[in-house]
């Protein structure tokens, strides 16, 4: 199992892999908003009991390290980073990867 970093949560880890899952090879990242995430992890999965704005807070956090790009500030979708992906095979470092509240 990967070490969390120390700042993180089962939420964000719930999130970042529910991004990976959406990665087709040679399609390139799939962009989702907060709220169809947290359909999808909650809603449909029940992996989770956290509410929306859990998620949408969570996920602004994870952009501000670094683990998840905002592609469209508009209308809020993002999609996961190499950093992210790199978090998930445990292939980064946890130090890497900066506290979004520092």
Do not use: C
């Not at 990967?2 to 892999?17: K, S, Y």
């Not at 501000?64 to 993002?78: N, P, Q």
């Amino acid at each position: 199992m990967r070490p969390r970093v120390p700042w993180m949560n089962e939420v964000d880890d719930a999130i970042l892999e529910f991004f990976q899952a959406l990665r087709a090879p040679g399609t390139g990242a799939v962009a989702m908003t907060p709220g169809g995430v947290h359909y999808n992890i909650v809603e449909r999965a029940g992996a989770s009991s956290k509410s929306r704005s859990t998620f949408s807070r969570r996920m602004s956090d994870l952009a501000d390290a670094g683990l998840l790009e905002i592609v469209d500030d508009d209308r809020s979708f993002y999609i996961i980073t190499d950093l992210g992906i790199g978090y998930l095979e445990g292939t980064v470092d946890r130090d890497e990867i900066p506290d979004p509240r520092a």
